[in-house]
């Protein structure tokens, strides 16, 4: 078995990372109204996985395959059909951001034919193109990976500053009202400096958008063990994030993470997760190498971002097991993957702070294949 009672037991472990948290001193200042959408939305511990052999054929997505997909994820998530279930998260007026993921180009990245048909949901829910906007942090990363050339007329994006650097401390396109305090800094800095232990929210998601489509896709991560829809939110929405993994053995995602979406301003806005895994990195991410993508031809729909990753670690850890690799929690690092302990337990801990439903004996895994 993948999960056995020693991996359990570890998961479970996990949970003391809440407790390095408040000794870590994470604090937000945030506001936000609080609505039934609000993280973990309107459908706690629900995953609808749905499945298409042609998705993908010879490396490119096949947009029929990904319309059924789309379809019967929103269907059977919603209970609606197409058009219905989209409004059930937004309306005419609302300005909507979409936070694509360009991490781990050219291999796995999120594509074009997912991102229209997520563009085609808004549109059919009465939200017009120039209320669309697609977003990620970096603008040269963004333009690099192509996706302002695959945006319809009238939609358009934005991102929170111009490229990665290895400090991340300015707050050019940051929001200094909104911000995640940890007592945490980089090596070197003082961490009674408030710039170095905040973590500032892009001022796309605290001024431009009132609501947000989260885009992630299925992958490894070194440090967080998975990137998923959680830390798509976490290490996408904020600055000075290098932190929350400033060297091999200092590492503290586990906690980072769900402090960073638990910011009001991101966890009220966050209305619907879709989790593009018709390609999938099951190792030494998040920068992909070709021997370790696979195509699992899968996508996931849910709000509820916790009870989604749950879904996905599983899936990464079952391709893990079918290539005869340890499971990401016992995993130890190699020439592709150089930090001491992963940490998926940031998924737990989140459930364990109230974003989603971690417990797998009450997520509602819905496994649909066309």
Same mark, same amino acid.
């Given at each position: ?5 020693? =991996? ?21 200042? =945030? ?63 609302d300005v909507v951001g979409i936070k694509v993921n360009p991490v781990g180009a050219p291999h796995v990245i999120s594509d074009p034919t997912v991102l229209h048909e997520v563009i085609d949901g808004l549109k059919a829910a009465g939200v017009k ?37 290895? $400090? ?92 960073? $979406? ?30 370790? $993508? ?8 849910a709000t509820d971002p916790v009870a989604l990753d749950h879904a996905g670690w599983r899936a990464i850890d079952e391709k893990r097991a079918a290539v005869g690799m340890k499971s990401i929690m016992d995993d130890t690092p190699d020439q592709f993957?150089?930090f001491i302990h992963r940490q998926p337990e940031h998924i737990e801990i989140a459930g364990a702070m109230g974003l989603g439903e971690f417990d797998w004996a009450k997520i509602d895994l819905r496994k649909i294949r066309l």
């Amino acid at each position: 078995m993948l999960w056995t009672r020693r =991996s359990c037991l570890k998961a479970v472990a996990g949970t003391l990372g809440a407790a390095r948290g408040l000794a870590l001193g994470a604090q937000v200042s =945030s506001k936000s109204q609080r609505t039934k959408l609000s993280i973990p939305g309107l459908y706690r511990g629900k995953v609808i996985s749905v499945e298409h052999p042609g998705s993908i054929v010879s490396g490119q997505y096949q947009a029929g395959a990904i319309r059924q997909m789309m379809r019967r994820g929103m269907t059977e998530l919603t209970g609606a059909p197409w058009a219905e279930a989209w409004r059930q998260f937004v309306e005419p007026g609302d300005v909507v951001g979409i936070k694509v993921n360009p991490v781990g180009a050219p291999h796995v990245i999120s594509d074009p034919t997912v991102l229209h048909e997520v563009i085609d949901g808004l549109k059919a829910a009465g939200v017009k193109a120039r209320d669309i906007v697609v977003y990620d942090r970096y603008r040269a990363q963004f333009i690099k990976a192509g996706f302002p050339t695959w945006l319809p007329e009238g939609v358009r994006y934005s991102n929170a500053t111009e490229n990665y650097d290895d $400090v991340q401390q300015a707050i050019a396109g940051y929001d200094p009202d909104h911000y995640m305090d940890m007592r945490l800094t980089l090596p070197g800095y003082d961490v009674e400096n408030v710039t170095a232990r905040r973590s500032y929210a892009a001022r796309f998601i605290t001024s431009e958008v009132n609501k947000l489509i989260n885009l992630p896709v299925l992958k490894d991560h070194q440090s967080a063990g998975v990137t998923l829809a959680l830390k798509n939110l976490s290490h996408g929405l904020v600055n000075n994030v290098c932190r929350s993994h400033g060297t091999y053995s200092l590492n503290v995602c586990g906690e980072f993470i769900p402090a960073v $979406v638990s910011m009001p301003v991101i966890r009220d806005k966050v209305v619907l997760n879709i989790l593009d895994g018709v390609k999938g990195l099951y190792h030494g991410g998040p920068g992909a190498r070709p021997q370790f $993508v696979w195509e699992h031809r899968t996508m996931y729909f849910a709000t509820d971002p916790v009870a989604l990753d749950h879904a996905g670690w599983r899936a990464i850890d079952e391709k893990r097991a079918a290539v005869g690799m340890k499971s990401i929690m016992d995993d130890t690092p190699d020439q592709f993957s150089h930090f001491i302990h992963r940490q998926p337990e940031h998924i737990e801990i989140a459930g364990a702070m109230g974003l989603g439903e971690f417990d797998w004996a009450k997520i509602d895994l819905r496994k649909i294949r066309l």
